[in-house]
């Protein structure tokens, strides 16, 4: 089980600067409940991708004393399941789902971009889109909730609003992340500095701390 951490750092840096990183050690373990129960259990590899390459990568893993199970701190520029970075995953559902983009654009967008044959191919995007498309719904509710409790009066939450001008789900979803960052920027100072691009990184560290797992 992964906990997603924000280390406000690109995967270059996270992979050069490794051991000065300042890793968190969970407080409490998500398995058993036990408290200060982590001991360090080292790392394991992961190679994850970019439109023009791959990095090999370490993520830390803590050891609970009292069930002993592993936790991982996964950095949110990753997804659990997903090798390529959240980044491009990014780009791809906000293409079809936002700009309404065809497969054969998204795919040809990626291609003049990198300019090789390492993109992710048709039947990858449509996997990654379809699966975004049906974890929305449950993704959904959980922001409308936390908004809820904090501007009755976003359009997001209007019957006749947004979420429901949207086609699909996961065109919702990106609504409300644009909206869900935008009152995290009110409560919390590391994310003032996201902007547009940084929203489904932020949705994803957000939506696992409230026990939501799998967004893609």
């Not at 654009?105 to 995007?125: K, L, M, W, Y």
């Not at 996961?170 to 691009?197: F, I, M, N, P, R």
């Amino acid at each position: 089980m992964p906990i997603v951490c924000d280390f406000q750092c690109t995967v270059e840096h996270y992979r050069d600067h490794f051991e000065e990183l300042d890793i968190p050690r969970p407080r409490k373990c998500p398995h058993c409940q036990a408290l200060d129960s982590f001991i360090g259990h080292g790392f394991y590899w992961r190679r994850p991708l970019d439109r023009w390459r791959d990095f090999l990568i370490r993520i830390r893993r803590w050891l609970c004393k009292a069930c002993r199970r592993t936790v991982s701190i996964l950095p949110s520029f990753l997804l659990r399941a997903r090798r390529y970075l959240l980044t491009v995953i990014g780009q791809v559902v906000t293409a079809r789902f936002e700009d309404d983009a065809s497969w054969g654009q998204i795919e040809q967008q990626g291609t003049t971009e990198a300019n090789d044959d390492s993109v992710p191919s048709e039947r990858t995007i449509r996997r990654w889109c379809r699966s975004f498309d049906e974890q929305a719904p449950r993704w959904l509710g959980a922001v409308q909730r936390v908004l809820a409790d904090h501007d009755v009066a976003l359009p997001l939450l209007d019957p006749l609003g947004e979420a429901t001008v949207a086609r699909t789900s996961a065109g919702a979803l990106l609504h409300a992340a644009t909206q869900l960052l935008a009152w995290a920027k009110t409560e919390w100072d590391h994310v003032g500095g996201y902007g547009l691009d940084d929203r489904l990184r932020f949705l994803w560290q957000w939506g696992q701390a409230q026990g939501l797992d799998r967004l893609v």
